[in-house]
């Protein structure tokens, strides 16, 4: 791997999710890497650093990518020409409900920041790129790997910041590989480590309030495993093959038809949670775009306060449902030799790990502004 000849290796995002996955995998593969974390909360960094047993392999460097510079003074910006010869850029603010301004903080002009740094290091590092999937916004049909133009437009801010950031990456880095994750639900075998949008969407169902769906035929979820894409992630960034490639890591031909989701979904609950099979919980309607859209003036007319916040906190990423896409993974296929385990074999025990944490009992402020 090419990090083995390289003197350390810069990550962004070491302390999240995604991040602290790759980082665990690239120590573990080579006994000779160096990591610098940039990291904004030294405690932080020095909690998971244990936990992991990362020890003195990575070396946190205290900054924000938001901040010009990275917020670091010029001795630390030298050592970090001095001695990095690879980048991996993880951090992203992935809310999608963020205004675009915000969303470009961290997304668009975080990304620029770290380019600016590395523009004039003598070793041209490789510059790793994560980003989304959902870059392709409100394309429809087929969307293959090499797909960047942006003409469809997006959903939401989070998606057109990430693909601002993307073309600044291909603009400015010399040597670049750009990996579009899909999103995490949960691990191969449903193990959910991070609540996130999906989830919280699943608790509108649960808890009655989803009355609707925007939803057009051949719609369906791309997910993936969080480990599988941690390990993708770690095969692919630094990989002398990958130079110049962007990669789907998706669940393309695996992923989830809406309506088996839900289906799959309400049999589960009602097998499992005979408290939520007597309050009869309604299979939510399947409508599309245009319905959708009149159900939502129709609610904001009626004044129901409730409803309305739930289907705002919703429009920034459902209407995708009524966007079917496959999201070719050729590329990403032929460089990793397999693809994740399609999204049914592991969606009953993601719905049972979340059971199993008194996820619908568990306090949650999003769903009680909507309740």
Avoid at 314 to 330: E, G, I, N, Y
């Amino acid at each position: 791997m090419r990090a083995s000849s390289s003197p350390a290796l810069l990550v962004t995002g070491a302390t999240g999710l995604v991040g602290r996955g790759v980082v665990d995998r690239l120590l573990a593969a080579d006994p000779a890497l160096r990591v610098v974390a940039l990291v904004r909360d030294a405690r932080r960094h020095a909690a998971i650093a244990t936990a992991s047993g990362w020890g003195t392999r990575v070396t946190p460097v205290i900054g924000d990518v938001t901040v010009p510079g990275l917020g670091i003074d010029a001795a630390a910006r030298a050592r970090l020409a001095r001695d990095v010869g690879a980048v991996l850029h993880c951090a992203a603010d992935t809310a999608f409900s963020r205004p675009l301004d915000d969303a470009r903080r961290t997304n668009t002009d975080g990304t620029r920041h770290l380019l600016d740094l590395v523009a004039d290091w003598a070793t041209a590092p490789r510059f790793a790129y994560v980003s989304t999937a959902f870059v392709a916004g409100r394309m429809t049909g087929d969307v293959m790997e090499t797909a960047h133009d942006g003409e469809a437009g997006w959903v939401n801010g989070y998606e057109r910041s990430k693909w601002e950031a993307e073309a600044l990456v291909r603009a400015h880095a010399n040597d670049w590989v750009v990996l579009r994750s899909s999103t995490i639900v949960g691990d191969h075998d449903g193990t959910v480590r991070q609540v996130n949008a999906v989830h919280r969407a699943l608790r509108v169902y649960h808890a009655g309030l989803a009355a609707m769906l925007p939803w057009a035929p051949g719609a369906a979820l791309d997910l993936v495993p969080g480990d599988w894409l941690c390990d993708a992630v770690a095969r692919l960034a630094l990989r002398e093959e990958s130079r110049g490639e962007t990669y789907h890591l998706c669940a393309g031909a695996g992923a989830l038809p809406v309506d088996e989701m839900l289906d799959r979904t309400w049999r589960a609950w009602t097998a499992t949670d005979p408290a939520w099979t007597r309050r009869m919980v309604a299979r939510p309607a399947l409508a599309d775009l245009a319905t959708w859209l009149d159900f939502e003036r129709a609610v904001q007319a009626t004044g129901n306060a409730r409803l309305a916040r739930v289907l705002s906190a919703l429009s920034h990423f459902v209407p995708q449902l009524a966007l079917p896409k496959r999201f070719d993974t050729a590329r990403a296929v032929a460089a990793l030799g397999a693809g994740p385990p399609a999204v049914r074999d592991y969606w009953d025990a993601m719905l049972a790990s979340l059971a199993a944490s008194g996820w619908a009992g568990a306090r949650d402020e999003s769903l009680e502004r909507a309740a």
